[in-house]
């Protein structure tokens, strides 16, 4: 008998520990989410002449159209905003558990933010409003470059195949 004895061979339905880049893209991805739903907020409630512009464009030409008040459309934004946080949050998770559909769902989502962030800066300029949209479109971004890189995709292609 040898003095040491070898390992016992690996069992294929192990798991591939998470890599602490995806660990990281989660947090990227709340963090992001949170400055800009706080962004939103605070464009929302610090900017009324702006937001009775957009109403005002948004029922131009409507016939009888029903004069909706500002506290209204406040929490109406703000419970959209909620709701779209919770919706990152639940794909940064899902990411985190494996899901590469959440991982593909969240590139797409970043890739439309920086599509729309890069418009606002092209209609309005370099607008000081677009810092909190500039904060989140990196964050998110950021996540999404971890969640691409090769040991976060072996994670994710490990997890496909169980």
């Known amino acids: 008998m040898p003095p040491y004895q070898s390992a016992p061979p690996a069992r294929e339905d192990e798991r591939t520990p998470r890599p602490k880049l995806v660990d990281h893209a989660v947090w990227l991805t709340l963090a992001g989410a949170s400055i800009g739903a706080v962004g939103t907020v605070v464009r929302l409630t610090t900017d009324r002449a702006q937001l009775q512009a957009m109403l005002d464009e948004i029922t131009e030409g409507v016939p009888d159209a029903p004069q909706i008040p500002f ?3 406040v929490v109406g934004a703000v419970v959209g905003v909620l709701l779209l946080l919770g ?14 559909w959440a991982r593909v ?3 797409v989502l970043a890739a439309m933010g920086a599509a729309g962030f890069l418009l606002a800066v092209a209609a309005d300029g370099p607008a000081p409003v677009l810092m909190w949209d ?29």
């Open 87 to 100: 919706l990152f949050a639940l794909l940064a998770f899902l990411a985190r558990g494996g899901r590469n």
């Open 105 to 107: 769902a969240l590139a």
């Open 134 to 162: 500039l904060a989140d479109i990196a964050f998110r971004v950021a996540a999404v470059v971890y969640l691409f890189r090769p040991e976060s995709t072996a994670y994710f292609l490990q997890r496909r195949k169980r």
């Open 71 to 73: 506290a209204t459309v």
